[in-house]
C-alpha cells in the first residue's frame, strides 16, 4: 500500500494542539471559579458545563451549525465583519474545543479538590493575593491531575469527528482530520488505508498517556 496523502495527519495534529491550548487556559480557570462557588445555581451551570460529555457529538455539531451559520445569531455577526467560521479549520478547532472541554474541566476541578484548603488560606493571611494564591500554591498542586486533564483532553481532540465533520465538513488538505480520512477511506473500501490512520490515531494517544503517567511517576 502507498502511502497516502499525509495532511489529515497535520490537521489533525494542528487542529488538536490549538484546541487543548485553548481548553486547558479555560478549563483551568473554569475550575478554579468552580471550585469556591457554592452558590445555588451551581449543579446548573455544572451540568451545562460537561453536557458536551453526554451528548451525542452530531447534536453538539447541529446546535454549533445553527448558531454559527450563515442565518445564525453569531454566523450573522461574523458575516456583518467578513468572516467566515464554518467550513474552516478553525471551525475544527471550535469543535474539538467543545468536546474536550468537559475532560479538562472535570480533572483540573477535581485536582483543585484535593488541595487541603488551609494551605490556601494560610497563604492569604500571609498576605498573599488571590492571583499568587493561584498561581504559585494552587495550580502547581493541581498540576499532575491537569496534565493527565490536558493529555485527556488532546486524546479526544484528536478523536473527534461528529461535531467537527457538522462544523468543518470534510474538505481534503483543508479541515479532513484523521477520524475523517478513516470512516470515508472505510466507506470508499480502502480498508488499509482505514488502517493506516487508526493505527497514527492509537500511536499519538498512547504516546501521551505514556508520557502523562511517566511524569506522574
Known amino acids: 500500500m502507498s502511502i497516502p496523502d499525509l495532511s489529515p495527519l497535520w490537521i489533525s495534529l494542528k487542529v ?14 473554569v475550575a478554579y471559579k468552580m471550585y469556591y462557588f457554592r452558590g445555588k445555581w451551581r449543579s446548573l451551570i455544572e451540568g451545562f458545563l460537561i453536557a458536551p460529555l453526554i451528548l451525542p ?18 454566523g ?25 472541554f468537559p475532560l479538562m474541566y472535570r480533572a483540573a476541578l477535581g485536582a483543585f479538590e484535593q488541595i487541603d484548603s488551609l494551605l490556601l488560606d494560610a497563604a492569604r493571611l500571609e498576605g498573599a493575593s488571590e492571583i499568587s494564591v493561584f ?16 493529555v485527556l483532553a488532546f486524546a479526544r481532540a484528536l478523536g473527534e469527528f461528529g461535531a467537527t465533520l457538522m462544523l468543518a ?19 470508499a473500501g480502502a480498508t488499509q488505508e482505514g488502517w493506516f490512520w487508526t493505527i497514527i490515531v492509537i500511536c499519538i494517544s498512547l504516546v501521551g498517556i505514556t508520557i502523562v503517567n511517566y511524569w506522574k511517576n
Not at 77 to 94: D, G, I, P
Not at 170 to 187: K, L
Open 135 to 150: 498561581w504559585y500554591i494552587a495550580l502547581p498542586l493541581a498540576m499532575p491531575g491537569i496534565l493527565a486533564g490536558t
Open 16 to 29: 488538536s494542539i490549538v484546541a487543548t491550548m485553548i481548553t486547558l487556559a479555560i478549563g483551568t480557570m
Open 57 to 74: 457529538p452530531t447534536v453538539i455539531g447541529f446546535i454549533l451549525l445553527i448558531l454559527l451559520g450563515k442565518n445564525g445569531i453569531l
Open 169 to 187: 465538513g470534510n474538505i481534503p488538505g483543508q479541515t479532513q482530520t484523521m477520524p475523517m480520512a478513516i470512516y470515508f477511506a472505510v466507506e
Open 76 to 100: 450573522q455577526m461574523l458575516t456583518q465583519w467578513n468572516l467566515r467560521l464554518v467550513f474552516t479549520w478553525y471551525a475544527a478547532v471550535l469543535a474539538a474545543i467543545v468536546v474536550s
